[in-house]
């Protein structure tokens, strides 16, 4: 099946600093990712869609200047947390849509493990 | 909008005990249906999907079958294995751009 990859897996950094995230689709080509967060226990609580070559479509309530996504290519979306505090410590997942063929799926990166001290 | 209800957990099991795990849900049009699992500490993997009605997804031994006339898409093992303990999610993708619509997911523990 599809495969989606993430990095890094966990983090740890302090109050204050900017943390990376990056979702690739490994074997096919997805114009479309979405970032997700996920608190203990929860269900997935989507943030963001990320577009190729355009901007990203935020949810309700998602702080655009705070949790800057870039997609610069089929197969490469980011998620920069700014300024990170100690509430944003979270588990962050990205998809991939796969629209090819007669189907429509996302398939999933292993998740990145945020914690802000 | 789209909506997913499931079952709510935990579910806990013998090994080799029948599992069903029920999900339905509201939609407009005609959804693809998809049953996620979640090991702790990892990301979603796509279990089975049904992308029509009466279309039975299957994987792994696990069943579900797209019940349309009453919107459900309930999973099934026949015998579960403690392997299979995990979270289980039942979701949706709607016409909205791909947007998946998760159900709250159901804790699965299976004890030997």
């Known amino acids: 099946g599809a495969v989606v990859s993430q990095h890094p897996s966990w983090v740890i950094c302090k109050s204050g600093t900017s943390v990376k995230i990056e979702c690739r689709s490994l074997?096919?080509?997805?114009?479309?990712m979405f970032w997700y967060r996920q608190f203990p226990k929860q269900s997935l609580m989507l943030m963001a869609t990320?577009?190729?070559?355009?901007?990203?479509?935020?949810e309700q309530g998602v702080e655009k200047d705070k949790f800057l996504i870039n997609h610069a290519s089929l197969t490469l979306s980011t998620l920069t947390v700014t300024s990170a505090h100690p509430e944003d410590s979270s588990f962050y997942i990205c998809?991939?849509?796969?629209?090819?063929?007669?189907?429509?799926?996302?398939?999933f990166g292993p998740g990145t493990r945020l914690t802000v001290l | 909008g789209n909506s997913v209800t499931q079952m709510e957990g935990p579910v806990t099991l013998s090994e080799e005990a029948f599992l069903t795990i029920n999900c339905t849900y509201t939609?407009?049009?005609?959804?693809?249906l998809f049953w996620y699992v979640q090991y702790p500490g990892e990301g979603l993997q796509l279990l089975l999907k049904?992308?029509?009605?009466?279309d039975k997804g299957s994987n792994k031994g696990f069943e579900a079958t797209y019940r349309k006339e009453t919107t459900s898409f309930h999973l099934e093992k026949g015998s579960v294995q403690v392997s299979d303990s995990a979270v289980y999610f039942c979701?949706?993708?709607?016409?909205?751009?791909?947007?998946?619509?998760f159900g709250d997911g159901t804790t699965l523990t299976v004890k030997p």
């Open positions: 998809s991939a849509r796969d629209a090819s063929g007669d189907t429509d799926t996302q398939y």
């Open positions: 074997d096919f080509q997805a114009t479309t």
């Open positions: 990320s577009n190729e070559g355009s901007k990203a479509t935020y």
């Open positions: 939609a407009t049009g005609y959804p693809s």
């Open positions: 049904a992308t029509k009605a009466d």
């Open positions: 979701a949706l993708i709607g016409t909205n751009a791909g947007k998946s619509t």
